[in-house]
T-cell receptor, first 115, second 112 residues
Framework: DAGVIQSPRHEVTEMGQEVTLRCKPI?????LFWYRQTMMRGLELLIY????????DSGMPEDRFSAKMPNASFSTLKIQPSEPRDSAVYFC?????????????FGSGTRLTVV | AQSVSQHNHHVILSEAASLELGCNYSYGGTVNLFWYVQYPGQHLQLLLK??????LVKGIKGFEAEFIKSKFSFNLRKPSVQWSDTAEYFC??????????FGKGTSLLVTP
C-alpha cells in the first residue's frame, strides 16, 4: 500500500488566492482527518470524516476553510481566500473506524506558504 | 471528554542518556494509548500503542511505554538515546467517537 498520499508537497501562493490541498487515504480506511501544524499551536484537528460524511468540523478556523470528501478515496481542503496566517503544514490522516483502536496513518503533509 | 497532557515540552539529552517522557490522560474508562514520533521535516509515525494486557509495551527502535492505571500515566522510555532520536513525540489517547488534537508534543534534542 502506498500509504496516505497528499499533494502538493509544497505550495507557495499569494495572499487572496485560492488554495486546494488534496488527500488520498489508504484503501479500506473509512475515516479521514485533516490537521494543521504550526509552531504556536502544535497539531490541530481541523475536520474529520467518517464514511465520507463530515463528523466534526469545529476545528475549521473560519469560513475561508472548507473540506470535501466526494468519495472514499479522495478529499480536498480548500482555503479561499488565503492569508499569510494560514501558512502551516497541513497533514491528512486516515484510519479504520475513528482510529481509537488502530491509530492513524499520516500523509507526508503539504507545506503551505502564503506571501 | 478526554485529554492527554505531556509534562515536558522541550528535553535535551546527551547520547546514551536514558529517556523518559511523561504523559497523563484524563479518562476513567477504557483507553487506547499511543505514542507517535515526528522526525524533523517528516510526518507523524506510530511508535507504539496500548490497548489491554501487558502494561509494558515495546515499540520500534528500542522504545517502550508503561501503562500505569493508578497514575493515569503512559510514559515513554528508552534506556539509551541516539542522535537519530531527535524528534517531536506525541502522546495520544483514543476512544471511540472522538478525534483529538495532538497538541505540541515534546521536542527531544539529542546532542552528540
Amino acid at each position: 500500500d502506498a500509504g496516505v498520499i497528499q499533494s502538493p508537497r509544497h505550495e507557495v501562493t499569494e495572499m487572496g488566492q485560492e488554495v486546494t490541498l488534496r488527500c488520498k487515504p489508504i484503501s479500506g480506511h473509512n475515516s479521514l482527518f485533516w490537521y494543521r501544524q504550526t509552531m504556536m499551536r502544535g497539531l490541530e484537528l481541523l475536520i474529520y470524516f467518517n464514511n465520507n460524511v463530515p463528523i466534526d468540523d469545529s476545528g475549521m478556523p473560519e469560513d475561508r476553510f472548507s473540506a470535501k470528501m466526494p468519495n472514499a478515496s479522495f478529499s480536498t481542503l480548500k482555503i479561499q481566500p488565503s492569508e499569510p496566517r494560514d501558512s502551516a503544514v497541513y497533514f491528512c490522516a486516515s484510519s479504520l473506524g475513528e482510529g481509537s483502536h488502530y491509530g492513524y496513518t499520516f500523509g507526508s503533509g503539504t507545506r503551505l506558504t502564503v506571501v | 471528554a478526554q485529554s492527554v497532557s505531556q509534562h515536558n515540552h522541550h528535553v535535551i539529552l546527551s547520547e546514551a542518556a536514558s529517556l523518559e517522557l511523561g504523559c497523563n490522560y484524563s479518562y476513567g474508562g477504557t483507553v487506547n494509548l499511543f505514542w507517535y514520533v515526528q522526525y524533523p521535516g517528516q510526518h507523524l509515525q506510530l511508535l507504539l500503542k496500548y490497548f489491554s494486557g501487558d502494561p509494558l509495551v515495546k515499540g520500534i527502535k528500542g522504545f517502550e511505554a508503561e501503562f500505569i492505571k493508578s497514575k493515569f500515566s503512559f510514559n515513554l522510555r528508552k534506556p539509551s538515546v541516539q542522535w537519530s532520536d531527535t524528534a517531536e513525540y506525541f502522546c495520544w489517547s483514543g476512544n471511540s467517537g472522538y478525534a483529538l488534537n495532538f497538541g505540541k508534543g515534546t521536542s527531544l534534542l539529542v546532542t552528540p
